[in-house]
């Protein structure tokens, strides 16, 4: 049974007598005349079921559908059709703060669970509940090294995703963070330009892996000067390809930082979308949030708690490492339920096939003659290649023909007129990718 109801005639009036007010209309008296809308609103007369029915389904029959070969921070991905039927449960519908262990053991238990699949994903010691997107935590990580230095200096890389760029720099002003950029050179992190930066008022560094031009940076021996100099490492990650490439914990960062919409999250129009961080045990207490603990009550029954709550709504707002007070746990769920399903032998398949397909999509879009490769950098799902042609005309012409091509990297940075950057997730299949290079032949013939 539905449990709401509408107000009949006699509720209102009861409620309206008790004010001391004559109708409805008299509670907006306040509001001038000259802003009320006084027209009739453009709004269809009321449908039945069936009906509306119908005309939604011709409005969504409007939408365009698309094979998207577009990345840059929301891919395309496999999404198990069980993960909505047990996420759109009534009971998991809310991110609200779980105060009450008692009575909210299922949230805390998912909770705890993604906290633990991120760790084992990162291979660092303690994750939190998550944050809200890839940006801001990694704006929230640049600020937990500021704090745990006592420094106000910050190194980001220029191969980071310049939409995580623009977040860390809104942060950063706010909190009198200096960031400084690394250069970037042949599409990766210079080395030479990190440690000409690196003194000793730098709190710590912030690179990405794979990059935002889809390479697979090389960090090896990276975390020992940083270290050295008492900074910290962060590393923004797509959580899905830790399935096969080296951790953040083996190549020595402090934070792992990133986006979990890889773990099955639907691009969905930009979200919403779950942020997650991992770091160190030394650097637990300096993790905004919230951490879930597993412990057992008086009977000796396993059960989950809110163990560290490092915000202002639970201790001084001084002291507090953050003012996140929501918290995405839907989103979490969401991929705690993909991760059990595929498993670890599952999400090393899907990560291999992400990788197999970009490589047969680079290779075949080169043999086109319309492209070449802007580098020799090992990559991941997503790589840049050179246009021979114009890419805005290119974008256009394959979008009329059902096709989201890759990002024009010129409208990113005008360095980088005529590169685009391709991606191809697990999603895509060889039918899908040989006619993407068959369509980009097409283009020669209508210009």
């Known amino acids: 049974m539905n449990k709401y109801f509408p107000h009949t005639e006699g509720d209102i009036k009861e409620m309206l007598d008790k004010i001391g007010v004559f109708q409805v209309e008299d509670l907006f008296q306040d509001i001038p005349s000259s802003v009320i809308h006084q027209k009739p ?4 007369s009321a449908l039945s079921e069936t009906e509306i029915r119908e005309e939604m389904a011709k409005i969504s029959g409007r939408n365009q559908k698309m094979v998207s070969f577009l990345g840059a921070g929301s891919y395309d991905v496999y999404t198990p059709s069980v993960i909505n039927a047990l996420t759109s449960r009534q009971e998991f519908l809310t991110s609200y703060t779980p105060y009450q262990p008692e009575i909210s053991q299922g949230n805390l238990q998912y909770i705890f669970e993604f906290q633990s699949m ?3 994903l990162t291979g660092l010691d303690v994750a939190n509940a998550s944050v809200y997107d890839g940006s801001t935590a990694t704006a929230e990580a640049m600020f937990m ?6 420094r106000n200096k910050m190194l ?5 995703n310049p939409r995580i760029i623009d977040v860390v720099k809104t942060y950063a002003h706010f909190r009198d963070v200096e960031l400084v950029f690394i250069e970037e050179e042949n599409n990766q992190t210079s080395r030479t330009s ?5 003194d000793d008022q730098v709190a710590g560094v912030i690179v990405q892996n794979p990059n935002f031009y889809g390479v697979i940076e090389n960090l090896d021996g990276l975390a020992e ?18 399935a096969i490439l080296r951790t953040p914990g083996e190549i020595g960062a402090d934070i792992a930082c990133g986006d979990g919409q890889t773990l099955g999250i639907p691009t969905a129009f930009g979200g919403p979308y779950v942020g997650f961080m991992a770091a160190t045990q030394a650097l637990v207490r300096r993790l905004p949030g919230r951490i879930v603990g597993a412990t057992t009550d008086l009977d000796g029954k396993r059960g989950f708690v809110l163990t560290l709550q490092a915000r202002e709504q639970h201790i001084r707002r001084e002291k507090a490492n953050s003012n996140i007070c929501s918290n995405q746990s839907l989103m979490a769920l969401h991929t705690v339920i993909y991760m059990s399903l595929l498993g670890k032998t599952g999400l090393v398949a899907v990560a291999k096939q992400a990788y197999n397909n970009a490589h047969y999509l680079c290779e075949a879009l080169v043999k086109t003659k319309m492209f070449e490769k802007a580098n020799k950098n090992p990559f991941f799902k997503e790589f840049v290649l050179k246009s ?4 805005g005309e290119l974008n256009k012409y394959l979008g009329n023909l059902g096709i989201l091509s890759g990002l024009n990297l010129g409208e990113v940075n005008p360095k980088l007129q005529n590169q685009i950057l391709f991606c191809a997730t697990e999603m895509r299949s060889k039918e899908q990718m040989d006619d993407l290079a068959k369509k980009v032949e097409g283009f020669k013939n209508v210009r």
Do not use: R
């Open 41 to 44: 609103f453009n709004l269809p």
């Open 118 to 120: 991120i760790c084992e």
């Open 145 to 150: 090294a500021a704090v745990h230095t006592k």
């Open 156 to 160: 980001i890389s220029q191969t980071v």
């Open 194 to 198: 990190l440690m000409a930066h690196l």
């Open 225 to 242: 000067p940083i270290h050295a100099n008492k900074s910290l490492l962060i590393i923004n990650v797509d959580p899905s390809t830790l």
């Open 388 to 391: 021979k042609v114009n890419v």
